[in-house]
């Protein structure tokens, strides 16, 4: 007889909501470490104007947060794999969003800040 493994549909939506805060930590450290980059080029009487950039960064780890959290109250009403899986790749979605979403924040913010210290 050999052994068995089923997948329990309740662990799903938590591995997504895993991956969401993981992935959009990652996009959101990714724009902070390029808007900081912008920051320390920008010449002395923009710095409050370069400050902007950073907080919108910061903005993407939030949203990771929020759709774990959705996810999480999912665990409940999981019955199907399928209800499961959707829980999954919602997370993974999210974070994917979010890693695409700071490369283009961090591109604009340290394109923005260099030209306009020019």
């Avoid at 780890?61 to 399928?82: E, F, P, Q």
């Avoid at 979010?98 to 020019?118: F, M, Q, W």
Wanted: aromatic share 4%; charged share 10%; glycine share 16%.
């Amino acid at each position: 007889m050999e052994p068995t493994t089923t997948i329990t549909p309740g662990i799903l939506p938590i591995i997504g909501s895993g991956l969401s805060i993981t992935l959009s930590t990652i996009g959101s450290s990714y724009a902070t470490a390029l808007s900081a980059k912008g920051v320390q080029n920008s010449n002395q009487g923009h710095q409050m104007k370069a400050m902007i950039g950073l907080v919108n960064s910061g903005m993407l780890s939030i949203y990771g947060l929020i759709v774990a959290l959705l996810l999480g109250n999912k665990t409940k009403y999981c019955d199907s794999i399928v209800s499961g899986m959707g829980g999954l790749v919602a997370g993974l979605v999210c974070g994917i969003a979010n890693i695409c979403a700071g490369y283009a924040v961090g591109k604009v913010n340290e394109g923005g800040l260099s030209e306009s210290s020019n």
